[in-house]
């Protein structure tokens, strides 16, 4: 599967965006997927992660509550809604492929795409 994220930017502290990851390749369906992200200067951490169905997600402690992670098989694309953003969540986010939605971990990722950008500044 190959992956492809966007709908990054600019926002202020408070506002929301939606990341997409689009995927191509017809093994979409088997995978479960995850949104990472990584700030200058630290480790790429593993934020949100959905099982294959859309059935069980994965949240780390810094997102929830603010952040939803959905999919839409029939489309092939992952979706990332980030509300009440802080600055502390600009980062560079991908998406990948992960082994399961509870190992929501960049060790258990693969088919890596390109990141896409958010910045959260006033």
């Known amino acids: 599967v190959q992956l492809q994220a966007s709908g990054g930017g600019l926002v202020q502290p408070g506002g929301s965006l939606r990341l997409s990851c689009a995927a191509s390749?017809?093994?979409?369906?088997?995978?479960?997927l995850g949104w990472f992200r990584q700030a200058p200067g630290k480790e790429r951490e593993g934020i949100s992660c959905i099982s294959n169905s859309g059935s069980s997600t994965y949240y780390a402690d810094s997102v929830k509550g603010r952040f939803t992670i959905s999919r839409d098989n029939a489309n092939n694309t992952v979706y990332l809604q980030m509300n009440s953003l802080k600055p502390e969540d600009t980062a560079v986010y991908y998406c990948?492929?992960?082994?399961?939605?509870?190992?929501?971990?960049?060790?258990?990722?693969?088919?890596w795409g390109q990141g896409t950008q958010v910045t959260v500044s006033s």
């Open positions: 990948a492929a992960v082994t399961s939605w509870y190992r929501c971990d960049p060790h258990f990722g693969s088919s």
């Open positions: 390749g017809s093994t979409y369906n088997v995978y479960a």
